[in-house]
């Protein structure tokens, strides 16, 4: 029996206020370190800590117009990052579709829970890091990468603070989280001997 095709994308989006490059393939096809270089020191901090707990083969590259602020760059990287997932993902057909994932950090805990159904959709709250900065890092710009993922990858996502007001363990709690939910509902479930996880048929 034949080892399955390995899921893996790559793109290069160029506008005038960013450069973005992502390679990634998905969680538990090709395990490898994270190699991350942006303008963003938090934000590379964060995506390292996705593709290492996602088990996830993840590169990004970013250039951006960050003498203004990190907005464009940060948002422009959820962009491309989402995109790369759908891409990868392909007709998601064999995955399991959902993932959830609790994750604690010292007095934090976050819960997040998504849908690889091809509705996108975001709920998000984290009301305590509203307004507050992580080093230089606007820590607004956490709502506005994860909506770009929702949106490119097609994907339901929930993200809810249960306890702590630490912000920089909130978002990393957050981030881990998302990476835990993601590895495993890109997973493939040997249950669906390769059908679409949907009562439609299609995703």
């Not at 993840?58 to 959820?78: K, Q, R, S, W, Y």
Request: aromatic share 6%; charged share 25%.
């Amino acid at each position: 029996m034949s080892e399955p095709a390995i899921r893996h994308a790559e793109i290069l989006r160029e506008t005038k206020e960013t450069k973005i490059r992502v390679a990634l393939t998905l969680p538990g096809d090709f395990p490898a370190p994270p190699r991350i270089n942006t303008p963003v020191p938090f934000l590379s901090h964060m995506l390292d800590a996705l593709g290492r707990h996602a088990a996830m083969a993840l590169e990004v590259e970013a250039e951006g117009d960050v003498e203004i602020d990190d907005h464009h760059t940060v948002e422009d990287v959820g962009l491309v990052l989402g995109a790369a997932l759908d891409q990868a993902l392909g007709d998601r057909v064999g995955i399991f579709r959902y993932g959830h994932f609790s994750l604690a950090m010292d007095e934090t805990l976050v819960d997040v829970a998504l849908d690889l159904g091809g509705r996108p959709y975001l709920v998000y709250d984290l009301p305590v890091i509203g307004g507050k900065w992580i080093g230089r890092f606007d820590c607004d710009l956490v709502k506005e990468f994860f909506q770009a993922v929702s949106v490119q990858a097609r994907m339901n996502l929930h993200i809810h603070l249960r306890a702590g007001g630490n912000a920089h363990h909130v978002v990393e709690a957050a981030f881990k989280g998302f990476a835990r939910a993601l590895r495993m509902a890109c997973q493939r479930d040997p249950a669906l001997a390769g059908s679409v996880p949907s009562t439609k048929g299609v995703i």
